[in-house]
């Protein structure tokens, strides 16, 4: 049997205020490291939905033949 490694079981919510003390002690904010899990986790959304959106395309262009679609 295997077990999961700690960072698999381990809550962002326990890491947050580690990441904040760490932070703040090389002179940032709680409010630049709210920005940059924010644009990472926009990003991931972002990457997501464009892959969604790829795979809904080449989809449409393979199962209908005169599909006249661009793929981004």
């Given at each position: 049997?295997?077990?999961?490694?700690?960072?698999?079981t381990t809550?962002?919510?326990?890491?947050y205020?580690?990441?904040?003390?760490?932070?703040?002690?090389?002179?940032?904010?709680?409010?630049?490291?709210?920005?940059?899990?924010?644009?990472?986790?926009?990003?991931?959304?972002i990457?997501t939905?464009?892959?969604l959106?790829?795979?809904?395309?080449?989809?449409?262009?393979?199962s209908?033949?005169?599909?006249?679609?661009?793929?981004?």
């Amino acid at each position: 049997m295997t077990t999961k490694h700690r960072i698999y079981t381990t809550s962002f919510a326990s890491v947050y205020p580690l990441y904040v003390a760490k932070a703040e002690k090389k002179g940032r904010t709680k409010w630049e490291v709210d920005a940059v899990i924010f644009t990472l986790h926009v990003f991931n959304r972002i990457d997501t939905i464009m892959s969604l959106v790829y795979i809904v395309r080449a989809t449409q262009s393979i199962s209908h033949p005169h599909y006249e679609g661009d793929i981004p």
